[in-house]
């Protein structure tokens, strides 16, 4: 296994992406930024001072925690986007509104719902609605 070092260029170049404009870029430590710090850490360390075995354990402890807690995450979004799948699949044959560009109410039966995209769509006459733009439903 080979482990590289890390070089810190900039605090930041640590956590972002650094090709993505700054106004956008997201916050991210991953398990492989944080084990190259944590060996660049052994490496340089003092050899008369030797980093504290509860320290250790502590941190590799953070990295477990937050991988888990990443999955936890990754499987509440696969939920949600199941939930609004069968939400949308439930308005089929069924009334729904939605407000157009202008502002007025149109109302319509659902006739199909495509799952294209990471929102449903949902067809109301000859328009494809997304699910999250539907302002009420009622029985046919």
Do not use: H
Not at 17 to 33: C, F, I, L, N
């Amino acid at each position: 296994m080979t482990v590289e070092t890390v070089t810190a260029t900039s605090p930041s170049s640590l956590y972002t992406a650094g090709t993505a404009d700054p106004a956008t870029r997201k916050q991210v430590m991953d398990s492989e930024v944080f084990l190259r710090l944590l060996v660049t850490q052994l490496t340089n360390q003092d050899p008369s001072s030797p980093m504290n075995t509860n320290e250790m354990i502590s941190q590799t402890t953070q990295l477990a925690m937050m991988e888990q807690l990443t999955a936890l995450s990754d499987t509440g979004t696969e939920a949600f986007a199941l939930n609004m799948r069968q939400a949308a699949s439930a308005l089929i044959g069924q009334k729904a509104s939605y407000e157009n560009a202008d502002g007025k109410t149109i109302t319509g039966i659902v006739s199909k719902v495509s799952f294209d995209g990471p929102i449903p769509q949902v067809t109301i006459g000859d328009k494809e609605i997304p699910l999250d733009e539907i302002i009420g439903i009622a029985a046919p």
